[in-house]
């Protein structure tokens, strides 16, 4: 049986989901996109340019899903209130994960420390759930980093890939 943590009572943090939903995705696919536009382009400012597009873009979408998906399920969360926080948490951390382009020239640097942020972002949120929902932290934080950087590495790769076929230099 799990031990929820007395001073995170159950119905504090019915819009978990939808925090985690907006962070996950955005760790995977942002990580990912900067990852493969690293190797790509290797130009700090159209990396970050390409980065916040997507991210941007991405965290509406996102939003507008969570808030179609809430009004489908008949849930008891309001709709607007969960794709409000899957549509911030997705942007703030995109803002986190493209700052690194915008402060280093190095775009491998840049990555480095957008993956660096990731297992930071990743640590601290499987802490917060670890505590709120009595779940292991070491299981959370392998689970959520091994899926963001498997992705990232993948992306990577495919990234220097399409460079190589389309003779990108």
């Not at 942007?91 to 986190?96: A, D, G, N």
Request: hydrophobic share 50%.
């Amino acid at each position: 049986m799990k031990k929820r943590n007395k001073h995170f009572p159950k119905g504090k943090n019915k819009y978990i989901g939808s925090i985690v939903l907006g962070m996950s995705d955005a760790l995977v696919e942002i990580t990912g996109t900067l990852a493969g536009l690293t190797f790509a382009l290797q130009n700090t400012s159209i990396i970050a340019l390409a980065g916040l597009i997507t991210g941007i873009a991405a965290s509406l979408s996102m939003a507008s899903s969570e808030y179609l998906s809430i009004r489908a399920e008949n849930s008891k969360r309001k709709p607007f209130t969960a794709a409000f926080y899957t549509g911030l948490v997705y942007l703030l951390t995109v803002f986190i994960l493209v700052l690194p382009f915008f402060l280093f020239v190095n775009p491998f640097l840049s990555l480095l420390c957008t993956v660096s942020s990731v297992l930071v972002i990743i640590a601290l949120f499987s802490y917060y759930v670890s505590i709120t929902q009595g779940i292991s932290f070491k299981k959370r934080f392998i689970e959520m980093a091994g899926i963001s950087l498997s992705v990232a590495f993948v992306s990577f790769l495919i990234g220097y890939a399409l460079r190589v076929w389309l003779g990108i230099h």
